[in-house]
């Protein structure tokens, strides 16, 4: 992902913050979020800082949910800004491992930017098919 940047997406590399996508306490085993560990990967190959500035506010896995209309409806109000540190006028990028609908990536884009972040630009390490 971080290649990509570099090689590809070169205006990305002026970011100010890498934003993992958050799990609730409760989905994580061994307090393991792989979300975080790729944002600190990408952060130390580009030398933009990971900012935790997300949480999820209860455990809903996204992957269970039948329908893109459920998922969507799930992910409003699902996640919310977690720190004091100023999005104002920053540009983020927003990191995921896997998407299907998109539904989370929006949301937590919607939180960012409400927030006050200027851009936010979403980088994911996979997609997932879905199929109704």
């Given at each position: ?9 070169i ?8 934003v ?12 393991y ?18 900012n935790n ?27 919310s ?26 949301e ?8 006050g ?10 997609r ?5």
């Amino acid at each position: 992902m971080s290649l990509c940047i570099q090689n590809v997406f070169i205006e990305l590399t002026g970011s100010d913050f890498l934003v993992p996508v958050p799990k609730h306490p409760n989905e994580m085993t061994n307090g393991y979020n792989q979300t975080e560990k790729l944002a600190a990967v990408m952060s130390s190959i580009l030398g933009t800082p990971v900012n935790n500035a997300l949480s999820k506010v209860k455990p809903v896995k996204m992957k269970d949910l039948p329908s893109r209309t459920s998922r969507k409806e799930a992910a409003q109000g699902l996640y919310s800004f977690a720190n004091n540190s100023s999005l104002v006028g920053k540009q983020v990028i927003l990191v995921d491992d896997v998407t299907t609908s998109g539904s989370t990536v929006s949301e937590c884009s919607q939180v960012l930017l409400s927030a006050g972040a200027k851009i936010v630009n979403v980088f994911v390490a996979g997609r997932d098919v879905f199929v109704n």
